[in-house]
């Protein structure tokens, strides 16, 4: 008896998809967001260090932003706009909500970031302990492994029980931080990732212990960090999970960097949807232009988002049964950008 297809592996026209941007595309939106304080608003923040603009003035920064990400990305936002996708300026996280209630398929582009575990962060240091003296999980197990290593004696309740709350808190972040440090580097530096060999790290030392996964294994234990911008603030990947309607049954297309972080815990609370991740950093006009180029092709044929995901990356089949290279079925969003410099 053959089952049917899950909903997100069936075709999709361009007016059953949504763009939710989080990011700043206008003046207005850059520079409120570069007024608030980094804890607040990071991406902005973010690009004026990356570019070495800390001593410029804000419209400055904005001008730079405007040429070298702004335009471009408006310029596909216009783009798939006319082909009938929803596209969503200045996204908050309930705007997320509503755009997964009513579209088949939805594109989050928004900034992700990493945030270092600190002893305030430490919610409850003794039950953290308590739970690792018998692990329950793969994962847990994982992280007493590494701590055995890092720290062996913390693992003892003669040791731990004595010490005082911040002290104690203090140098569980100091270890857990350790581990954390290990595992995400392997997401933001290249050069790391490519040396990388599982089977050379240190017992524990993982590639999936990052901060997201220390929260999960040890719920009430750790403070979930804010970790994805929206408009509305930055937000944790608890109140990103929320924010997914639990019967949604689509496709979430995270382009977010090192968004296979979030997307690990997003289906396994939502299991009826398909998340789409990546590692490693999403830069802002590659991943647009790919977006204009995946919209393009399903103007052209309808099919499932996660081929025309595939697609698009690979250049092919579908570009060279349509006519050629992608820039000649996107042609017109080249002239687009043209005519607005």
């Given at each position: 008896?053959?089952?049917?297809?899950?909903?997100?592996?069936?075709?999709?026209?361009?007016?059953?998809?949504?763009?939710?941007?989080?990011?700043?595309?206008?003046?207005?939106?850059?520079?409120?967001?570069?007024?608030?304080?980094?804890?607040?608003?990071?991406?902005?923040?973010?690009?004026?260090?990356?570019?070495?603009?800390?001593?410029?003035?804000?419209?400055?920064?904005?001008?730079?932003?405007?040429?070298?990400?702004?335009?471009?990305?408006?310029?596909?936002?216009?783009?798939?706009?006319?082909?009938?996708?929803?596209?969503?300026?200045?996204?908050?996280?309930?705007?997320?909500?509503?755009?997964?209630?009513?579209?088949?398929?939805?594109?989050?582009?928004?900034?992700?970031?990493?945030?270092?575990?600190?002893?305030?962060?430490?919610?409850?240091?003794?039950?953290?302990?308590?739970?690792?003296?018998?692990?329950?999980?793969?994962?847990?197990?994982?992280?007493?492994?590494?701590?055995?290593?890092?720290?062996?004696?913390?693992?003892?309740?003669?040791?731990?029980?004595?010490?005082?709350?911040?002290?104690?808190?203090?140098?569980?972040?100091?270890?857990?931080?350790?581990?954390?440090?290990?595992?995400?580097?392997?997401?933001?530096?290249?050069?790391?990732?490519?040396?990388?060999?599982?089977?050379?790290?240190?017992?524990?030392?993982?590639?999936?212990?990052?901060?997201?996964?220390?929260?999960?294994?040890?719920?009430?234990?750790?403070?979930?960090?804010?970790?994805?911008?929206?408009?509305?603030?930055?937000?944790?990947?608890p109140e990103l999970i929320e924010s997914v309607p639990e019967d949604f049954a689509g496709l979430l297309d995270?382009?977010?960097?090192?968004?296979?972080?979030?997307?690990?815990?997003?289906?396994?609370?939502?299991?009826?949807?398909?998340?789409?991740?990546?590692?490693?950093?999403?830069?802002?006009?590659?991943?647009?232009?790919?977006?204009?180029?995946?919209?393009?092709?399903?103007?052209?044929?309808?099919?499932?988002?996660?081929?025309?995901?595939?697609?698009?990356?690979?250049?092919?089949?579908?570009?060279?049964?349509?006519?050629?290279?992608?820039?000649?079925?996107?042609?017109?969003?080249?002239?687009?950008?043209?005519?607005?410099?």
């Open positions: 008896m053959m089952r049917n297809p899950h909903p997100s592996l069936l075709p999709v026209s361009p007016n059953e998809c949504a763009l939710a941007v989080a990011i700043p595309l206008t003046r207005e939106q850059f520079l409120a967001d570069l007024s608030q304080l980094s804890g607040e608003k990071d991406f902005v923040h973010h690009f004026r260090t990356e570019k070495g603009l800390q001593k410029a003035n804000a419209e400055f920064c904005w001008e730079v932003y405007e040429d070298d990400e702004a335009i471009f990305a408006k310029a596909v936002c216009d783009k798939v706009e006319r082909l009938a996708v929803t596209v969503c300026y200045d996204a908050r996280l309930d705007n997320l909500t509503d755009l997964l209630n009513r579209f088949r398929v939805v594109t989050l582009v928004t900034h992700g970031l990493f945030v270092p575990i600190e002893g305030e962060a430490i919610l409850d240091a003794p039950k953290l302990l308590e739970l690792l003296q018998s692990p329950q999980s793969q994962v847990q197990q994982s992280i007493r492994n590494a701590l055995e290593i890092l720290d062996s004696p913390l693992l003892r309740r003669e040791i731990f029980a004595p010490l005082s709350g911040a002290e104690l808190r203090n140098r569980i972040a100091e270890e857990i931080s350790t581990i954390c440090n290990e595992a995400e580097r392997l997401y933001w530096d290249d050069a790391a990732s490519q040396c990388f060999k599982l089977e050379q790290m240190l017992d524990g030392l993982s590639i999936r212990l990052t901060r997201v996964e220390f929260e999960r294994s040890f719920p009430g234990c750790i403070a979930p960090a804010r970790v994805v911008e929206f408009c509305d603030g930055l937000h944790t990947v995270l382009t977010v960097c090192n968004s296979v972080i979030p997307a690990g815990p997003i289906r396994l609370s939502r299991p009826n949807c398909l998340v789409a991740g990546k590692r490693g950093r999403a830069e802002l006009r590659s991943g647009m232009y790919l977006y204009g180029l995946e919209i393009s092709l399903l103007a052209k044929q309808p099919m499932p988002f996660v081929e025309v995901i595939k697609q698009a990356h690979l250049g092919k089949p579908a570009c060279q049964t349509k006519g050629g290279q992608p820039c000649n079925l996107f042609g017109s969003f080249f002239n687009n950008i043209q005519g607005r410099r």
